[in-house]
């Protein structure tokens, strides 16, 4: 007997999981993403304020599964899925057939159809992102050491970031405390003081997700790093020079970044299958594709709903309980046994906003402060791969705590054959 | 009496030597550079054989000079120099006036005129050209494990470096390690022990600048870590799909990596001062650009004598010490006292080869292996700048020593606003 094939198209947290749940049993694993890494996403925002290097997020695929001759890993890009053939089809063209299909292609971001903004905006979803988000900050500051109009000048030093979620409060703290903290010693001739950082959030407050208690907090403990945050606020337009709000007024800034929200990743929509109204696939309640018995789909591109009948949120600890589950089911059916309904367990939610400052709901429990920050520290080092990644996040991160230093902000990107500087 | 003011073109070895000495007095620097980093170029090699993060060999000029009221940085590239009038020429149009003028601009890829090798060839001068290289190096194993004709398999895991000096030398050893010690791991799948590294070399041994028993030592060495080593090896062209060599013979290799030689900056060639034959200017026994009282050159740009009357190498010491020497000369100039001529003290050279092989000549004495390993080990852990830079990375050399781990292997590159992936 052969053993069944089991293809898992992407290796975010939902993929991984799976993937290591499978590789115990005798279960041929094919694990397919665009990238060579596993992206260690809740830290992203920490590569872009010049804290943290690539590698230090970013896990070679291949060095997690290393000696296991039940994973293969490839790099491509999957283009389809023929969910009656059961095959794949690659950007190249190659096809891979499988037994059965988990789809974790995870999300994108979601400029809600605003093509202008996705011309000029940055965003803060991958490492391209956060390497491109770095080089621009830092090369702001040095631009802005060299322009002449005040006006202008001031323009360059502006930060609007876009949406009061976990992405957008974490990265306004972090580039705040790179401004006030690390930027001001580096450009002494430069009033960096003036620097600033703007928080724009559509609803009428911070961390929607979170009770309202500590999104509350979050936007008085930002306001006293001095970020500036508008609720009720929406986003009309941005021309690269100056962010337009929904009401007509303008903010000058050179810098638009975006992180008002994600939606599932290009392939759902190239797949036959019923979707919901967020474009996120649709599953049965044992995390089947609908109406499909060999396609799984989990994590941001799949539409979970929760205990409360909304879907589960499109973040990291959804999409890991799913790939252990959905891995579960597959080994179910493989021996004829019955599967079993997926029920998320909340284990709580977290977000850092400065230095000793974080905010957290845990087992129905509001922490805040330090105790908050603590808490957050202690699981995203707990959470990041591999003993050597803690070990050198952590002395990076007790550097930079008890230095006010940051020792990434170097402006760089790869070059490539035949290409000028 | 207003302050002097020395303009220093260049952050590398010899600029950054020249501010740090002239920043003890009452002078007033400004130090320009093309890149807010200060690059360690003899570990860039690690970066670019997936040992070394990006920012352990690339330190910003901001955090050097943290602090510092003498020393103005500014990230800008220089077009021209009027060296009448005395002032410089920015890209952007800006114009800087100096009292003195030190160009330390270093030197940049020789492709010695060949420009189908330029368009085609990687090269290994700065960091964009490294993460350029980890990326494709690591991106060939990945594509090789996608191609079933297996001649074109071996091409995408044929690897030609050329040039057999220092970092042909170090870079064919750590590529060699890299395939031989992890990616051996990383690709089950794939016959990783078919992959080739040719190292070739124009002159009759390696290392040249080495005494010939340490170039015979290196060659035989990197032979025993599988490397073909060709002496007496010109290249005369690479199409991308296969390197032809003066002879007429080809080597199938989708990947050429050029590390024959260095030139000056382009800086040189349009400034009106005499150069040499290899277009480094010239300079009088006090390093003052020929003719010229208020501008210096020094490092690689700078054509000096050395002892034995040829031009001093295109290396960190000389650099270093002529950065100092220069500025004890603007000094005396600026006390009106006589200045010195410049005298360069040969310390010494090291190369590595690989886990535990290296060789030096240090003091009239060579010394190869073990020891020469350990030599290489800590001088340059010594000069590299910062003690958390070492302290990191001493754990990544430890981490890949004891594991035979590479940990920064991730194929990354940042990404601009509005590109598509």
Redesign the interface.
């Known amino acids: 007997m052969t053993k069944p094939r089991v293809v898992i198209v992407g290796a975010g947290f939902g993929g991984l999981q799976c993937a290591h749940r499978l590789a115990r049993r005798r279960i041929d694993v094919v694990l397919i993403d665009?990238?060579?890494?596993h992206l260690f996403t809740p830290l992203l925002y920490q590569v872009a304020s010049s804290l943290l290097?690539?590698?230090e997020v970013?896990?070679?695929v291949?060095?997690i599964f290393?000696?296991s001759?039940r994973v293969?890993f490839?790099?491509?890009t999957v283009t389809g899925i023929d969910l009656d053939a059961r095959r794949l089809r690659m950007e190249?063209g190659?096809e891979i057939p499988y037994d059965t299909v988990v789809v974790a292609a995870g999300s994108r971001t979601n400029f809600f159809g605003l093509q202008a903004l996705?011309?000029?905006?940055?965003?803060v979803k991958?490492?391209?992102?956060a390497?491109?988000l770095?080089?621009?900050v830092?090369?702001c500051f040095?631009q802005a050491?060299?322009e002449e109009d005040p006006a202008l000048r001031l323009r360059r030093m502006t930060f609007v970031i876009v949406g009061g979620g976990p992405t957008g409060v974490e990265y306004a703290g972090a580039l705040s405390e790179l401004f006030r903290l690390v930027l001001v010693?580096?450009?002494?001739?430069l009033e960096v003081e003036q620097a600033r950082v703007v928080l724009l959030e559509a609803r009428d407050r911070l961390l929607s997700e979170f009770p309202a208690e500590l999104g509350d907090y979050a936007r008085k403990r930002l306001e006293s790093l001095g970020v500036d945050v508008y609720l009720n606020t929406a986003v009309a337009g941005y021309d690269g020079e100056a962010v337009t709000l929904a009401g007509g007024e303008k903010i000058g800034a050179a810098s638009m970044i975006w992180a008002a929200g994600v939606r599932p990743a290009g392939l759902a929509g190239r797949l036959d299958v019923p979707r919901g109204r967020s474009g996120r696939i649709e599953v049965d309640e044992f995390l089947r594709v609908r109406g499909r018995e060999t396609a799984f789909a989990i994590g941001d591109i799949a539409a979970v709903p929760g205990p409360d009948g909304d879907l589960l949120p499109m973040m990291a600890p959804p999409a890991m309980q799913a790939g252990r589950h959905a891995a579960d089911n597959i080994l179910r059916a493989a021996r004829g046994r019955p599967l079993r309904p997926f029920r998320y367990r909340d284990k709580g939610i977290m977000a850092t906003i400065g230095r000793n400052v974080g905010v957290a709901r845990i087992g129905g429990v509001n922490l805040k402060g330090f105790i908050g920050w603590a808490a957050w520290l202690l699981v995203h080092l707990y959470f990041l791969i591999g003993f050597?990644?803690r070990?050198?996040v952590l002395?990076q991160w007790a550097?930079n705590y008890f230095r006010y230093?940051r020792?990434?902000?170097?402006?760089?990107?790869?070059?490539?054959?035949?290409?000028e500087?």
Not at 34 to 37: A, L, S
Not at 118 to 123: C, P
Not at 126 to 129: A, G, I, R, V
């Open positions: 665009r990238h060579n890494y290097n690539p590698s970013a896990i070679p291949r060095s290393r000696g001759t293969r490839r790099v491509a190249d190659a996705e011309r000029s905006a940055l965003g991958d490492l391209s992102d390497l491109g770095r080089n621009h830092l090369g040095e050491l060299r010693s580096d450009f002494p001739d050597r990644n070990l050198v002395i550097w230093d020792p990434i902000r170097i402006i760089s990107r790869p070059r490539r054959p035949g290409e500087e």
